[in-house]
DNA sequence: TTAAAATGATAACAAGTGATATATAACGAA
DNA sequence: TTCGTTATATATCACTTGTTATCATTTTAA
């Protein structure tokens, strides 16, 4: 009985999902996502009871695009521990208004979801053991170190301060680590002493 | 002949930096600070001829407070290098809000104002010539390691993604460059041979 | 063909915000 | 004291954005 509709709630997210994506949820409304889809914004507010809620399920989409970029890093055979660093930073440097919306604009909420929680899981420090060779408390330890490198990096992708090509991050993070790596394990060998 | 004004410039400025240094510009509105200040909007567009004209303002007294916090690490007579990270950390974790201003929402402007770019002066160089022993261009290498690590704490703090006490802090990034300095040297030998 | 159902367009309301027109009052020079 | 200057309050306009009321249209079961 029913007209057949024209404005999927999936058009609508998709659609929302892209304006976010270039200009993050500041550039985000009802009105503009109607512009878009050529239609007024009925169709938004048929499909979601508010821009509140709109605006968490294209949160989700974001947090899944995050998602899968670290779980094609973790699958990978050449150093997943690596290509995790390496992804999170090609997150940053493809989606940077994602990566801001997820890492750099929190202020309290939401610390499970932080990198560093979710990505240090027991996998992931026995991953970087394949690699750093060190105990498992002890990579514990190095772990934060690089994440907080890597981190860096990634922010200041995301905020386009600095433009490096990826070769050039790649470089720059796999020799740091490696010095970071050297540096731990020669002070570990110190405090034994 | 004109009455005494009620409401200086000065005050009107003030009140705008208070409010942005708790809620940031999204907080900021000519009527937040009328209230705040007990007055009308008038005194407002009376000192300033928009409300732009007044952002800009209060960003540059943001900015000058970031220098002050640099500045008095500069002068330090303790090791100036090490207190410029800790006092860029410091800023993050005083003025969260201020910090996410100046470094984590730029997109293309202001690359000049960037930690990286205004802390590399020669003097700077200089400075931690004076703790590592490098040579002035393998410092500069050096440097930006050392910088990007900073960024990122300062990044997890002025979010509150983590939340480690000053102590905590000075030993995770005293430690952290020590390391990378012994790795960086070490490789440096190794790339020698 | 008709009627129920619900999609979607139009228009409008409400709240928030920048900005301004107007009136008032304070202040000091004359 | 009077008057010109101008700081301030009040009220208002303009615009943006979330939201909704109203109505026309579409679709299909009967």
């Known amino acids: 009985m029913p ?3 024209k404005f999927s709630k999936e058009d609508i997210l998709n659609c929302a999902y892209e304006i976010v994506k270039k200009e993050g949820f500041e550039g985000l409304n009802a009105r503009k996502i109607a512009k878009v889809l050529g239609c007024s914004v009925q169709p938004i507010f048929h499909n979601f009871t508010s821009m509140e809620e709109l605006n968490k ?4 989409l974001i947090y899944h ?3 899968e970029y670290m779980l094609s890093a973790k699958e990978k055979e050449d150093n997943p521990y690596k290509q995790m660093g390496l992804s999170y930073i090609k997150f940053a440097s493809d989606y940077p208004e994602f990566f801001k919306i997820l890492f750099m604009q929190k202020t ?5 979801d932080f990198v560093m929680t979710d990505s240090i899981g027991e996998d992931v ?3 970087g053991q394949m690699v750093t060779g060190l105990s498992y408390e002890e990579q514990k330890k190095f772990h934060v170190k690089v994440w907080i490198f890597t981190h860096g990096i990634a922010c200041l992708v ?3 301060t600095i433009q490096f090509t ?3 991050i790649e470089e720059l993070l796999a020799k740091s680590i490696k010095e970071m790596l050297i540096g731990y394990k020669k002070e570990k060998k110190n405090e034994g002493k």
Chains 1, 2 share one sequence.
């Open 108 to 112: 309290n909420l939401n610390a499970n």
């Open 158 to 160: 995301a905020t386009k």
């Open 166 to 168: 990826k070769e050039e």
């Open 3 to 5: 007209p057949i509709p």
């Open 125 to 127: 420090i026995k991953t």
């Open 57 to 60: 399920e294209v949160h989700q």
């Open 65 to 67: 695009k995050y998602q």
